[in-house]
């Protein structure tokens, strides 16, 4: 199971952390992305971390955005700093241990997911 947390209110140009921690899992052999819905739009990929380390982000959010895991925590870290209010969404994080780089910003190639955290920017 995978529990998302960290959203809130900020206003623009703030900075905020989400955490994903996972539990059941053998966490350290999975992928674990985020992706974000704002109301009225379909959901996004935001950024990536593979088990090796790697990390992946959409254009939207490079240079403002970092993905980051712990693995001996079972924790993923999203630091958001410089918070558009486009940012605004539901921010879910998702995990699947199969997934491959070329569907690594696809959500249907993800099994497991959170249930989501808000993340409201105020301008």
């Known amino acids: 199971q995978l529990q998302a947390s960290g959203g809130g209110l900020v206003q623009a140009g703030g900075s905020l952390r989400l955490s994903c921690a996972a539990s059941?899992?053998?966490?350290?052999?999975?992928?674990v992305s985020w992706f974000r819905q704002a109301p009225g739009k379909e959901r996004e990929f935001v950024a990536a971390?593979?088990?090796?380390?790697?990390?992946y982000s959409a254009d939207s959010v490079k240079g403002r955005f970092t993905i980051s895991r712990d693995n001996a925590r079972n924790t993923v870290f999203l630091q958001m700093n410089s918070l558009k209010p486009e940012d605004t969404a539901v921010y879910y994080c998702?995990?699947?241990?199969?997934?491959?780089?070329?569907?690594?910003?696809?959500?249907?190639?993800?099994?497991?997911w959170g249930q989501g955290t808000q993340v409201t920017v105020s301008s």
């Open positions: 059941g899992h053998t966490f350290r052999s999975y992928t």
């Open positions: 971390v593979r088990s090796g380390g790697s990390t």
């Open positions: 998702a995990a699947d241990s199969r997934v491959i780089l070329s569907y690594i910003r696809t959500s249907a190639y993800y099994i497991h």
